[in-house]
């Protein structure tokens, strides 16, 4: 199968990686033409160009630009597709990406996967960045069933863990798991460089280990990604802000008037939640 790819970054460089070394033609586009030569070099695809009209013969088209060029490169490149290509497109939020893209092309077929890096760009694309994590696939009623089978296959082919929904229901859902740790993420560095005594912000900084690292990753990624999600996902992510300020206001509460028993509940309780979260080979 032909499949085209435009935007090799991480996500777009891993799919060509993965899905290269499963026998298919991986054709990338990028606006950057060192981009281009370098996903050639290292074999992230087949051939690669700055014009779209490379992926005139392309079977399926993934789209993995930032959010707000989905729309933009999906209008640019329907007059050079195939009347029966596919399109799908990597966006984290899916309803304001589908609402505007579908009307563009009726084989379009929304998806997320839930994978990634704090780097980016193409020297971050590596191989089996899918495996075994959920990839989100967002069809309407409208959406024909064969496209929706075919992007089906291919990401099953990834070993990722495939899940259905309604893009409104992706959206509400990432909102608590991926759009609000990047808030409370930021805010936790943010707070931290807040501390007044430079002795005391030199010493939190060079005592920083693993709880520190893993609480903190995600606010320290990708400027550009946080505010896309923040704006096309701002009712869902402005709804799960407002619930984690009242948790916030409770602890706050509970250790203002040393309730130590009410808190140590709470964190029973969120203990004995956090797995639900996680699948069984990260649990701990």
Not at 173 to 179: E, M, N, R, T, Y
């Amino acid at each position: 199968m032909n499949i085209g790819i435009v935007g090799l970054g991480l996500i777009g460089g891993s799919l060509g990686i993965d899905l290269r070394s499963l026998g298919h033609q991986v054709l990338g586009v990028s606006r950057n033409s060192l981009t281009c030569q370098l996903a050639i070099e290292r074999g992230v695809v087949d051939d690669a160009s700055v014009n779209l009209t490379l992926l005139a013969a392309a079977d399926v088209v993934f789209v993995c630009t930032p959010i707000t060029a989905i729309a933009p490169t999906i209008q640019q490149l329907v007059p050079h597709l195939a009347t029966d290509a596919i399109i799908t497109d990597v966006g984290s939020v899916k309803a304001a990406v589908v609402e505007v893209v579908t009307p563009l092309w009726h084989n379009f077929v929304g998806g997320h996967p839930m994978a990634g890096t704090a780097d980016s760009g193409i020297d971050a694309a590596q191989s089996q960045l899918f495996a075994g994590n959920p990839y989100v696939l967002t069809p309407l009623d409208t959406t024909p069933p064969a496209a929706v089978k075919i992007v089906e296959e291919i990401v099953r082919s990834l070993r990722s863990q495939v899940y259905f929904c309604r893009p409104e229901e992706h959206d509400r859902a990432v909102a608590w798991i991926s759009h609000l740790p990047v808030m409370v993420s930021a805010s936790l560095i943010e707070a931290c460089m807040s501390e007044s005594e430079t002795s005391v912000l030199e010493l939190a900084q060079n005592l920083a280990s693993s709880g520190f690292r893993d609480t903190s990753r995600v606010g320290g990624g990708n400027p550009e990604l946080g505010v896309m999600m923040a704006r096309y996902n701002h009712k869902s992510l402005w709804r799960s802000l407002l619930s984690y300020r009242h948790c916030l206001d409770q602890l706050i509460t509970e250790i203002e008037q040393e309730n130590w028993h009410a808190l140590e509940q709470r964190l029973q309780d969120t203990r004995k939640n956090r797995p639900s979260f996680l699948s069984e080979d990260v649990r701990d």
